[in-house]
């Protein structure tokens, strides 16, 4: 499944290091942990590593897969269920949130491309903003990994391409 210091990505939080594969008794049984230490703060966790596809821990992007969401970062914003007025914050952000769950670097960017667009046209509120910049964190994290760039280039790099 995973390996040793092999970087996956743990469905909103980002990209994390399989630091160690641990055994440990629960109740009577054995079972096998996954330690995950998150790269972009000091956390660090536990999960049962026949849990981890079912959690949604996946491994990191392709190359491929991050230029396709440059190519979508750069399309117009097109998305009518979230169009302002129709549908209040309250709505988006639960529809948001379970988007941003499945851990899904597409529907991420999504996310981050409806955000950058609704704040074209008006301020956004203190929920919109914190959820824009988580998700511009959780793309930038993977995509400097990935294409190996400089986190600074990869922010520049995501914020250009919104049209």
């Not at 990209?15 to 660090?44: C, P, Q, S, W």
């Not at 999960?47 to 991050?66: D, H, Q, T, Y």
């Not at 994290?141 to 049209?163: G, W």
Request: proline share 3%; hydrophobic share 40%; glycine share 4%.
């Amino acid at each position: 499944m995973f390996s040793l210091k092999e970087k996956v990505v743990y469905p909103g939080h980002g990209v994390a290091e399989v630091t160690r594969i641990i055994e440990k008794r629960v109740g009577v049984a054995k079972a096998h942990f996954f330690e995950l230490k998150f790269l972009n703060n000091d956390m660090t966790i536990l999960v049962p590593v026949e849990n981890a596809i079912m959690v949604g821990i996946r491994p990191l992007s392709s190359s491929k897969n991050i230029h396709a969401i440059f190519a979508m970062l750069a399309e117009p914003f097109q998305n009518k269920r979230h169009e302002l007025p129709a549908i209040n914050w309250s709505k988006r952000s639960k529809d948001y949130q379970g988007r941003l769950r499945t851990g899904d670097l597409r529907e991420i960017c999504a996310i981050y491309r409806d955000l950058k667009q609704i704040s074209s046209r008006k301020e956004l509120s203190f929920g919109e903003r914190n959820l824009l910049q988580k998700t511009e964190s959780l793309l930038v994290e993977e995509i400097s990994i990935v294409e190996n760039i400089a986190h600074d280039q990869a922010i520049q790099q995501v914020r250009s391409l919104i049209t």
